[in-house]
């Protein structure tokens, strides 16, 4: 059994990865709104692991005999007006994704929970992989610059992203 803090905390960290699903779902659909069918997809996919992200906390919660809180999700507030400017933000989130979960582990760390200090951990590396993830994209689109064949071939490129669910990995 956690804390009760700890718990309070977590469920916040639950909250925050059905926002960030929310986040994804409106900007997969600025994408296909704007004819980037495979962005469009890209960030469906992203959706989704944002899903398992947060079924992997809540299944955590339940197994902790914690309270589970469902909290209201805020609306996601797109102020892009580029699709580069749209995996920009996607990128500010997800460092910002990355800050919460290191403070989760100190939390954790300070109060010696270890295994929720261990489900962390597990976080924790894969915002790396997601930082890279958009941080790649905007790399090439900033390649291609204003080229329309150039972003054409980076969006067929996102759309042939297929979901794994990576919180079902034997090795978690
Ligand atoms: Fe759940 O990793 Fe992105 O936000």
Redesign the pocket.
């Known amino acids: 059994m956690i804390s009760k803090s700890m718990a309070v905390s977590l469920n916040e960290q639950l909250n925050r990865?059905f926002h960030?699903a929310y986040i994804y779902l409106g900007m997969s659909a600025y994408a296909s709104k704007n004819g980037f069918n495979g962005c469009a997809r890209w960030f469906n996919i992203q959706y989704q692991e944002?899903i398992s992200?947060a079924m992997k906390l809540f299944k955590y919660l339940e197994d902790q005999d914690a309270q589970i809180v469902l909290d209201d999700i805020k609306a996601p507030k797109l102020k892009s007006n580029s699709i580069i400017e749209i995996f920009e933000a996607a990128l500010a989130?997800?460092r910002k994704?990355s800050g919460w979960l290191n403070e989760l582990s100190d939390e954790a760390m300070k109060i010696k929970d270890h295994a929720t200090y261990n489900l962390l951990q597990w976080y924790v590396t894969?915002?790396v992989e997601?930082e890279a993830s958009f941080g790649e994209i905007i790399d090439q689109m900033k390649i291609v610059g204003g080229n329309g064949y150039g972003l054409y071939a980076i969006d067929k490129e996102l759309g042939n992203r297929v979901f794994v669910d990576s919180t079902q990995d034997a090795a978690n």
Request: glycine share 0%; aromatic share 0%.
């Open positions: 990865e960030s944002e992200h989130h997800e994704m894969e915002q997601e």
